[in-house]
């Protein structure tokens, strides 16, 4: 234990031995972990402690009180869709979530900066997709509500570091996933009909790729990696990707975009309707309002398949940009 330890934190652990009940072991752990200075000194102290505090929150008396809901696992999905950050420690998984969303992880060179999951919105040309900033993934402890947060996710971004043998992270990053029973959508031959786990997409991000005398790194990762993935090169410090990750994201998400034009005016085209891909002018009705769902007699649609305002069905498949005139 260091012993150069403020006032405040000597006295938050004290109260935490002290504690008799679960919950205040827990409240009071939380306090004594939020008044250690952070620095390369207490890393290893926090670390311990955050351990401590995540057991001891699996522990049965923790889990009857508190809902799930409380949990900062528990976020609800806003957007477009909700996008998991994962991997190691030090890949840069929340350097990727600062560049690309207004929220502001903190990223540091040591590891478990990241304890909580921190979500941020992502811009994408009209819509905002939301990407959550995860701890890491590693042996020693995993967090059930973080598996949890990864099984419901929409997209998982694995990150790794194309500087230090990303081959390894990956490899022992899927394999941690899969013994939870989350495997990659494209791995989805492999498991026979019936116990199937939960399939979720995955895209494999190479960060620190900074410049073109990275390239050479990356074509050896490629290489060496078994099997196909579908995977990105990227770079959080220098940009490199961004935006063409933005755009990936968006497609693996399966999701279009269809306006509302109300009858006589011009659609709003700065606020799509969000669908599922395959998605029909039945479909979008029902998310613009039940009435139009239970009314709808016919609808006009623009866009690339359709032509330029004609009748369709309700049945019709609708395309990403399209714009669609409702009629009751
Ligand atoms: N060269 C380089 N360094 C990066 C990049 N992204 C993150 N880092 C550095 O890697 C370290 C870990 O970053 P962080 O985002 O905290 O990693 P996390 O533990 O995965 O969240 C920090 O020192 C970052 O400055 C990158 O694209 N290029
Ligand atoms: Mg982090």
Redesign the pocket.
Known sequence: MPTNLPPEAIEAEARYRAAKSVAEKIASLEEFISTIPKHKGTDKLRADLRKRLSKLKTTPQAQKGASKRDSPFHIDKEGAGQVVVV????????????ALTNAT?????Y????WTPTPGMMPMENIQIQLI?TP?LNRDFVEPDLLDLIRRSDLILL?V?L?TDPVQQLEDTVALLEEHRIVPCHLKDRYAEGRSPTFVPLLVLA????DESLDENFDIFCELLEGDWPLLP?????G?NLERLKRIVFERLEVIRVYSRPPGKDPDLSAPFILDKGSTVADFAGKVHQDFFEKLKTARVWGSVAYEGQMVRRDHVLCDGDVVELRI
Do not use: I
């Open positions: 991997g190691p420690a030090n890949v840069g998984k929340s350097a990727l979530v600062a992880p903190e990223v540091a060179d590891p478990f900066t990241t900033d890491p990150v570091d500087q960060n620190k790729n900074d990227v770079s959080a410090t220098t490199r």
